[in-house]
């Protein structure tokens, strides 16, 4: 753990009471107001039209973003987002872009109002630029907000917003990624709130210090002028609204939005039962050279219409896989807008006073300054959310009404590969820097009644889009040898997971290596793991073919299809690395599908050949797996019985047993608790055979089949090999019901994992 820095807590912000940060401001900041009345008198026409006009503002701002930015990802990825705050920086409408960062944006402006306020002061024409994640507005370095204040008649009226990641901002490794790195020295040097623009002018000097420190120094400066332009246009549009409808009446509105958002989560909370539910998550390795596992635990707790989210007990931070509090808050904004709050505007300051966050300090996901937080959001922060999913969907499939939000774990992670070199196809070369951003195309969770979108997306990124092939071979010396969906990388289930895909390229039109770093997790322990005795998707890998003949082929007329094909000899990478790319080797990442619902052993043998039949799963998964015997792509039905019973025959005899209980369960009279369990009074039973599993009166864990054998156990989705990345002995894990082999939970863990699902004892009361 690296040593504390005295001083360095002046930069930790954390949410603020409004009333209380009102009256720190100096009286030479005055802020508008509304009363409470006001708010109370809004004609709903006039709150739905002024709501409707914020949206379009920051959609808006959004789309000036993009269109002045020439990094791909703005614009390809849509790696993004941009808000609206009141004056005292509550989030009234965040974008639709990356959701994780909706729980930095207000910090930052938090830290301005009390450090900022007096000295330079806050004034009219103000724009200010911060990538300090400890202060906030993102959640490591590369993510960088420029934010401004809006006035009206000399009042503090609003703040926008804008943040996009950007390609790199100097450090140590390519991109900004350090994989070695032990402290925030080695990686991208953290900046506190400064003023960029001033009486409406960008600022040279400051611009300069800015981008001065970048490897791509002009897409930097137009990001940054990308994003003064785009709180231009938030500022002009919001005072065309101030304008036409009035000041008192536009606040109002965003206050009443905030409030509205707030009352119908709090409703929604207070129709699901209170309870307890607890989830553990896993980091693999946490820098280079290292073979730990590192854990993060998450204990939710609903009490009434409020959520705490406890992560007493996680691990201390380490190498450069933490996040800082504004990571930890992203990653529970990540899981709680896409399930609690679907159907309700997103305005994340009423949101987010409906739970509070426990957490030590110095923990990988609340790491103290001087911690490495390089890979803050798609490690911890990205695992944070991941576990939050996981106690939500738990809590959400108890309600019948609520049960369609739930969802099992999607791409669970980001697999980062940065490739820069020497473009030598022009008349000079010139330096290159690509952050690989296929991964975008990651799997989708499985819900209860439909499977995971294939190749769908990310969870903390709804309108997130995976690259154009053909852009990237016109910016990049890079060949794309194919970008695919892989099969069996959706984790099995009743419903399954969405599929995930692969990437090989070459280097090509360039004559020199290209440097490459690596930054990855879910490469030994699954992190899209499923639910209700869902499998997990598959896990993640990245392969350097040295030796590789990629031009001799292509010139020969050949079209390698596999890593084999490639000839020369794969290299496994770490999940974190530097390295590099010789020209004609290839680079091949396959990244993570979602997770799995429901025993695969259940899904419908006719939804298995269709899947089948479309290449999302191949036929010895399907016999292997799902159970499912195919004849020229029919199922065959008295071979696939058969084959079923043989499978859940094999669960029993490789198991061992719990003593079984002879008690049996009413289903007719018993209350849902998932796909596979049900309650009635104190008794938790199976819901498909009625097998008695536990009376609470005298023992709240489950009576089930338990079982640790090999991950390839999982099925071929599970693609590396966990002793090639950490020391810990990972295991696949299914327990299941003694009656019927019904699966209850399956998952790729640690053999010291601690099986939550098997305490059931918050599900006797409401």
Same mark, same amino acid.
């Given at each position: 753990?690296?040593?504390?820095?005295?001083?360095?807590?002046?930069?930790?912000?954390?949410?603020?009471?409004?009333?209380?940060?009102?009256?720190?401001?100096?009286?030479?900041?005055?802020?508008?107001?509304?009363?409470?009345?006001?708010?109370?008198?809004?004609?709903?026409?006039?709150?739905?039209?002024?709501?409707?006009?914020?949206?379009?503002?920051?959609?808006?701002?959004?789309?000036?973003?993009?269109?002045?930015?020439?990094?791909?990802?703005?614009?390809?990825?849509?790696?993004?987002?941009?808000?609206?705050?009141?004056?005292?920086?509550?989030?009234?409408?965040?974008?639709?872009?990356?959701?994780?960062?909706?729980?930095?944006?207000?910090?930052?402006?938090?830290?301005?109002?009390?450090?900022?306020?007096?000295?330079?002061?806050?004034?009219?024409?103000?724009?200010?630029?911060?990538?300090?994640?400890?202060?906030?507005?993102?959640?490591?370095?590369?993510?960088?907000?420029?934010?401004?204040?809006?006035?009206?008649?000399?009042?503090?009226?609003?703040?926008?917003?804008?943040?996009?990641?950007?390609?790199?901002?100097?450090?140590?490794?390519?991109?900004?990624?350090?994989?070695?790195?032990?402290?925030?020295?080695?990686?991208?040097?953290?900046?506190?709130?400064?003023?960029?623009?001033?009486?409406?002018?960008?600022?040279?000097?400051?611009?300069?210090?800015?981008?001065?420190?970048?490897?791509?120094?002009?897409?930097?400066?137009?990001?940054?002028?990308?994003?003064?332009?785009?709180?231009?246009?938030?500022?002009?549009?919001?005072?065309?609204?101030?304008?036409?409808?009035?000041?008192?009446?536009?606040?109002?509105?965003?206050?009443?939005?905030?409030?509205?958002?707030?009352?119908?989560?709090?409703?929604?909370?207070?129709?699901?039962?209170?309870?307890?539910?607890?989830?553990?998550?896993?980091?693999?390795?946490?820098?280079?050279?290292?073979?730990?596992?590192?854990?993060?635990?998450?204990?939710?707790?609903?009490?009434?219409?409020?959520?705490?989210?406890?992560?007493?007990?996680?691990?201390?931070?380490?190498?450069?896989?933490?996040?800082?509090?504004?990571?930890?808050?992203?990653?529970?904004?990540?899981?709680?807008?896409?399930?609690?709050?679907?159907?309700?505007?997103?305005?994340?300051?009423?949101?987010?006073?409906?739970?509070?966050?426990?957490?030590?300090?110095?923990?990988?996901?609340?790491?103290?300054?001087?911690?490495?937080?390089?890979?803050?959001?798609?490690?911890?922060?990205?695992?944070?959310?991941?576990?939050?999913?996981?106690?939500?969907?738990?809590?959400?499939?108890?309600?019948?009404?609520?049960?369609?939000?739930?969802?099992?774990?999607?791409?669970?992670?980001?697999?980062?590969?940065?490739?820069?070199?020497?473009?030598?196809?022009?008349?000079?070369?010139?330096?290159?820097?690509?952050?690989?951003?296929?991964?975008?195309?990651?799997?989708?969770?499985?819900?209860?009644?439909?499977?995971?979108?294939?190749?769908?997306?990310?969870?903390?990124?709804?309108?997130?889009?995976?690259?154009?092939?053909?852009?990237?071979?016109?910016?990049?010396?890079?060949?794309?040898?194919?970008?695919?969906?892989?099969?069996?990388?959706?984790?099995?289930?009743?419903?399954?997971?969405? $599929?995930? =895909? +692969?990437? %090989?390229?070459?280097? &090509? !039109?360039?004559?020199?290596?290209?440097?490459? #770093?690596?930054? /990855? @997790?879910?490469?030994?322990?699954?992190?899209?793991?499923?639910?209700?005795?869902?499998?997990?998707?598959?896990?993640?890998?990245?392969?350097?073919?040295?030796?590789?003949?990629?031009?001799?082929?292509?010139?020969?007329?050949?079209?390698?299809?596999?890593?084999?094909?490639?000839?020369?000899?794969?290299?496994?990478?770490?999940?974190?690395?530097?390295?590099?790319?010789?020209?004609?080797?290839?680079?091949?990442?396959?990244?993570?599908?979602?997770?799995?619902?429901?025993?695969?052993?259940?899904?419908?043998?006719?939804?298995?050949?269709?899947?089948?039949?479309?290449?999302? $799963?191949? =036929? +010895?998964? %399907?016999?292997?797996? &799902? !159970?499912?015997?195919?004849?020229?792509?029919? #199922?065959?039905? /008295? @071979?696939?019985?058969?084959?079923?019973?043989?499978?859940?025959?094999?669960?029993?005899?490789?198991?061992?047993?719990?003593?079984?209980?002879?008690?049996?369960?009413?289903?007719?009279?018993?209350?849902?608790?998932?796909?596979?369990?049900?309650?009635?009074?104190?008794?938790?039973?199976?819901?498909?055979?009625?097998?008695?599993?536990?009376?609470?009166?005298?023992?709240?864990?489950?009576?089930?089949?338990?079982?640790?054998?090999?991950?390839?156990?999982?099925?071929?989705?599970?693609?590396?090999?966990?002793?090639?990345?950490?020391?810990?002995?990972?295991?696949?894990?299914?327990?299941?019901?003694?009656?019927?082999?019904?699966?209850?939970?399956?998952?790729?863990?640690?053999?010291?994992?601690?099986?939550?699902?098997?305490?059931?004892?918050?599900?006797?009361?409401?």
């Amino acid at each position: 753990m690296t040593m504390p820095i005295p001083g360095s807590e002046h930069f930790a912000s954390r949410p603020a009471d409004p009333a209380e940060l009102a009256a720190q401001l100096p009286g030479t900041l005055e802020i508008h107001q509304v009363a409470q009345d006001r708010i109370d008198e809004l004609d709903p026409l006039t709150y739905e039209v002024i709501r409707h006009r914020l949206w379009s503002v920051t959609e808006e701002m959004g789309e000036a973003l993009k269109r002045m930015s020439g990094s791909p990802i703005v614009t390809d990825a849509n790696d993004f987002d941009f808000a609206i705050c009141d004056e005292l920086g509550q989030e009234v409408q965040v974008g639709l872009y990356n959701t994780m960062l909706v729980g930095a944006v207000d910090l930052a402006i938090y830290w301005t109002l009390r450090h900022r306020a007096t000295n330079p002061g806050i004034r009219e024409g103000d724009m200010f630029l911060c990538n300090d994640p400890w202060v906030g507005g993102g959640l490591h370095q590369n993510d960088v907000i420029v934010y401004q204040p809006v006035f009206h008649d000399g009042k503090l009226f609003a703040w926008t917003s804008a943040i996009c990641h950007e390609p790199d901002l100097g450090g140590v490794g390519l991109g900004s990624f350090s994989p070695a790195a032990q402290d925030v020295f080695s990686e991208a040097l953290p900046t506190p709130p400064v003023k960029v623009v001033r009486d409406f002018q960008l600022q040279d000097d400051v611009a300069d210090l800015w981008v001065r420190r970048s490897r791509v120094p002009m897409l930097v400066s137009l990001d940054l002028r990308a994003k003064v332009g785009a709180n231009t246009v938030g500022r002009k549009r919001l005072h065309e609204v101030i304008d036409q409808y009035g000041a008192d009446t536009v606040k109002a509105v965003m206050k009443r939005m905030m409030s509205d958002a707030e009352g119908r989560l709090r409703e929604k909370l207070r129709a699901l039962p209170d309870g307890t539910w607890k989830a553990t998550g896993y980091q693999d390795q946490s820098h280079e050279g290292d073979r730990g596992v590192h854990k993060i635990e998450l204990a939710m707790s609903k009490r009434d219409d409020r959520l705490t989210f406890d992560f007493t007990g996680t691990d201390p931070q380490a190498g450069v896989i933490n996040c800082t509090y504004a990571g930890m808050r992203g990653g529970v904004m990540l899981a709680l807008l896409p399930m609690l709050a679907q159907d309700i505007p997103w305005s994340a300051g009423g949101l987010m006073r409906c739970f509070d966050l426990v957490s030590e300090e110095g923990t990988i996901n609340n790491a103290t300054f001087p911690a490495a937080v390089g890979r803050g959001p798609i490690g911890p922060a990205w695992l944070t959310g991941t576990l939050v999913a996981e106690c939500l969907s738990q809590l959400l499939d108890c309600s019948p009404d609520l049960g369609r939000s739930v969802q099992a774990a999607c791409c669970g992670t980001w697999d980062t590969a940065v490739v820069a070199g020497l473009d030598q196809r022009g008349d000079a070369p010139v330096p290159f820097l690509n952050i690989m951003m296929e991964p975008m195309a990651g799997g989708y969770g499985a819900r209860p009644t439909v499977d995971g979108m294939d190749t769908g997306g990310l969870f903390c990124i709804p309108m997130g889009r995976v690259p154009d092939v053909e852009m990237t071979e016109f910016l990049y010396p890079l060949l794309t040898l194919w970008r695919r969906e892989e099969p069996d990388s959706g984790g099995p289930g009743r419903q399954r997971g969405g $599929v995930s =895909a +692969s990437l %090989a390229v070459a280097l &090509y !039109g360039s004559e020199v290596p290209a440097g490459l #770093v690596f930054a /990855s @997790a879910g490469k030994a322990v699954s992190q899209n793991g499923g639910l209700a005795g869902g499998y997990p998707g598959n896990t993640g890998l990245e392969v350097l073919v040295r030796g590789a003949d990629v031009h001799g082929a292509l010139a020969s007329g050949r079209i390698p299809q596999s890593v084999e094909d490639f000839g020369g000899e794969a290299e496994i990478a770490p999940c974190y690395a530097q390295s590099y790319l010789a020209p004609g080797e290839v680079l091949y990442m396959n990244w993570q599908g979602g997770g799995g619902y429901g025993d695969p052993l259940r899904r419908d043998p006719e939804a298995v050949a269709h899947d089948v039949r479309e290449l999302k $799963v191949t =036929a +010895s998964a %399907a016999a292997d797996v &799902y !159970g499912v015997v195919l004849s020229d792509s029919q #199922v065959d039905v /008295s @071979a696939t019985a058969a084959r079923r019973a043989e499978l859940a025959s094999r669960r029993r005899d490789r198991s061992q047993p719990d003593p079984v209980s002879e008690g049996r369960v009413d289903l007719a009279e018993a209350r849902r608790i998932d796909d596979n369990l049900v309650v009635a009074g104190s008794v938790v039973g199976c819901a498909h055979c009625g097998q008695q599993l536990a009376d609470t009166t005298v023992d709240a864990t489950l009576a089930l089949l338990r079982y640790d054998g090999p991950v390839a156990e999982a099925g071929p989705q599970i693609v590396s090999n966990p002793a090639d990345y950490v020391d810990d002995e990972v295991v696949f894990r299914q327990l299941s019901c003694p009656g019927c082999q019904a699966a209850i939970y399956s998952g790729v863990v640690p053999k010291a994992h601690v099986d939550h699902v098997a305490d059931v004892s918050r599900f006797v009361t409401r």
